[in-house]
């Protein structure tokens, strides 16, 4: 089994920043990829940044330019960088974790519990 622990959430005002740490933990034999998702009250989980095990990141359209996504691998954690926050960013956020367990034949995901990151206007 894989443990997720995320730090970082809180209120913050319209323009400001907030970092997300995520730390994964357990019978890891390989990580895959480890990224964040949001959902808002009312609206579908969605995909905010995945960085996969080469390194590459991937964002939605709507934080491009304003949140960074990046992974230590040594420590399973990955992080999110949110600058330039907007009321619309307030939701849940999750990590979420791919790859293989100890003695395992395919990939699992394995989601957090969930931050809440709350942005006033």
């Known amino acids: 089994q894989v443990q997720l622990v995320e730090s970082g959430g809180g209120l913050v005002q319209t323009g400001g920043s907030l970092r997300l740490s995520c730390a994964a933990s357990g019978s890891i034999f390989s990580t895959n990829a480890m990224g964040w998702y949001r959902q808002a009250p009312g609206k579908q989980r969605e995909l905010v940044a995945v960085v996969t095990s080469g390194g590459s990141t991937n964002y939605a359209d709507s934080v491009k330019g304003r949140f960074t996504s990046s992974r230590d691998n040594a420590k399973n954690t990955v992080y999110l960088q949110m600058n330039s926050l907007k009321p619309e960013d307030t939701a849940v956020y999750y990590c979420?974790?791919?790859?293989?367990?100890?003695?395992?034949?395919?990939?699992?995901?394995?989601w957090g519990q969930g931050t809440q990151v709350t942005v006033s206007s």
């Open positions: 979420k974790w791919s790859g293989y367990y100890v003695g395992s034949y395919r990939q699992y995901d394995h």
